[in-house]
């Protein structure tokens, strides 16, 4: 008798591994966020000054980044996505560390309105972009 629940119960842990297994697996197709944020504003931070970059100026209506959850981000400027990006609290978290010399994070908050970017420079400083979001539908 004690068999026959011991099997039992292997079978409900394999079915159960199975149907999580199932849900995880295509959790990477179905349920990926995109996003394309626009710039509204930056700042350059270096050992020796702080400078706001022109928020009017006409580099300012092409910086825009686009996000996908599954596949990381990029400017769109430059094709191919680069980083990994998890949630976090709520918040998308994208993460560079590939980049010459640097880093890059990019967080898009809660309510996937707005967004903030820094460029580190490993010792010469940072870039901050802020802006607002759109969510983009998958199709």
């Known amino acids: 008798m004690e068999s026959s ?16 297994w199932g849900v995880l697996g295509s959790h990477s197709t179905a349920w990926a966020d995109l996003y ?16 706001v970059i022109d928020g009017g100026g006409a580099d300012t209506a092409n910086r825009r980044w686009l996000v996908d959850t599954d596949q990381g981000w990029h ?9 990994s990006c998890r949630i976090e609290n709520g918040y998308v978290i994208c993460r560079t560390d590939n980049i010459a010399f640097g880093e890059a994070t990019l967080s898009i908050h809660p309510n996937g309105t707005s967004f903030v970017v820094v460029y580190t420079d490993y010792g010469l400083g940072a870039l901050a972009f802020v802006g607002k979001c759109r969510e983009l539908s998958a199709s």
């Open 36 to 51: 394309s944020c626009q710039e509204t504003g930056a700042v350059s931070i270096d050992p020796y000054q702080r400078e």
């Open 5 to 20: 629940a011991i099997e039992l119960s292997g079978r409900r842990v394999w079915v159960l591994v199975c149907v999580l």
């Open 75 to 83: 400017r769109a400027e430059f094709p191919g996505y680069r980083g």
